[in-house]
């Protein structure tokens, strides 16, 4: 789903929002009062909190998931907004919406949300409506290009492809070839604009134009044209950096990267890291009392347990857990946890769901070995094996692994070389891309994942 349908179907939440307060309050409040002039601080911890929580639940994937799916996310999130606007509301006396008016409104914006989700969800994606008019500028990779389209922009139209030889569908043969018709060779390019009138041309990987074409597309750029390179669109809607697509003079020049050399973002990192981590380990402390003495109910042995990572600059550490698998779980090595991994404890799935297994690695953090947020701390068994196949695998070292991360909250748990290379895309992106934004995103969305568990094994 594409950026600007996001944007879209946040406004309409804001709407319904609005909508519920103003319908709630013409209903409950008396009529010299005023919803918004009258309870402003109210009003807009209203609106705020509930954006916050539909953010944080994923409740953007209209269209793209089950309706239930939706409903349970909708639902969730809209219960958070109860849970936090009442505890705040009653927190603060003069911010007190009327009981029934704040059960009324919370009813009425449920019922709003899930309404236009079910509207958009019978009524399905519009078909035939071309916001995009692509030609692809070379041939291998066109058919990977395209399936990214297909799913992250599937209202482009792709008008066809210019290149030496037609590429093969990437699912064998008898496949339907998604890149479009082969346009001729890349000096067909300028008569290709000027008939199809495309409004984007994508240089995939295999494209070198000589001088004279990347003269004549900057020049229609200038015009309007939108040319993007497939790593920057990669980049752009998948949220994660093609590793295969990607050389070191790439990696050296583009924007980003750029954690060890700004001391400032790496303080604040690490001034976020103890505050955080310092609050949480105080707070979840009898939480992770109760689940160590299940856990020992459960299965024999500590409840706890260490095991060494690699951490940053590949070095090893030790880290903390509550034990989640019996304790002959690895007599016979390291090996990934499978989907039906019979090694974990009936508690053990529970909190491997929940990632409360996580929380002594709080202590990790305080220590300085691990951040809140960052790639997570690998084997080195594994990282050995990784590292010979999956280029810049060891990339990820090069800042503290995390307790949380972009990957994590992207991607479920990964069990196979395949699964560690799609991570490492994302890990990538969050290594670029870096910013205290994107920290507070990923807390979000880790709040998410860990009322809606997904993924874990």
Known sequence: MNSNARIIFRLVDLACILAALGLSSSLMLPPYLEIFADYTGASTFTVIILLLSFYMMDCYNVGREDFRDSCARVLVAVLIGVVAAGFTFYSFEHWRFPRMMFVLQMVVNLTLSLAWRRIYFLLGRRRGTEVNRVIFLGSAGAERAARLLAEYEPETRILGYVGEADPAPASGQGQQNLSGPHLGSAGAIFALIEKLQPTRIIVLEDSFPDQSIVHGLFLAKLKGLKVVDI??????????????????????????????????????????????????????????????????????????????????????????????????????????????DDRVTRIGKFIRKTRIDELPQLVNVLKGEMSLIGPRPERMEFVRELAAVIPYYDVRH??????????????????????????????????????????????????????????AR
């Not at 920057?232 to 809607?237: I, K, P």
């Not at 490492?424 to 807390?443: F, G, H, P, T, V």
């Open 398 to 455: 090069t800042i503290k692994p995390g307790i949380s991360g972009w990957a994590q909250v992207c991607y479920p748990y990964g069990a196979s070389i395949e699964d560690a290379r799609l991570k490492l895309e994302y890990d990538l992106y969050y290594i670029k891309n870096m910013s205290a934004l994107l920290e507070a995103k990923i807390i979000l969305k880790t709040i998410g994942v860990v009322l809606f568990p997904r993924g």
């Open 231 to 340: 790593r920057g669109l990669y980049e752009r809607l998948a949220a994660r950096v093609p590793v295969d697509l990607i050389q070191d003079d790439w990696l050296l020049l583009e924007d980003g990267f750029n954690l060890n050399v700004n001391g400032a973002m790496r303080r604040l990192k690490r001034a976020m890291d103890i505050c955080f981590s310092l609050g949480l380990l105080i707070f979840t402390l009898p939480l992770m009392l109760a689940a160590a003495l299940c856990v020992r109910l459960d299965s024999p042995g500590s409840a706890f347990y260490k095991q060494r990572r690699v951490g940053l600059y590949g070095k090893e550490f030790t880290v903390y857990k509550i034990r989640s698998m019996r304790l002959d779980a690895e007599k016979n090595g390291a090996v990934w946890a499978g989907k039906h």
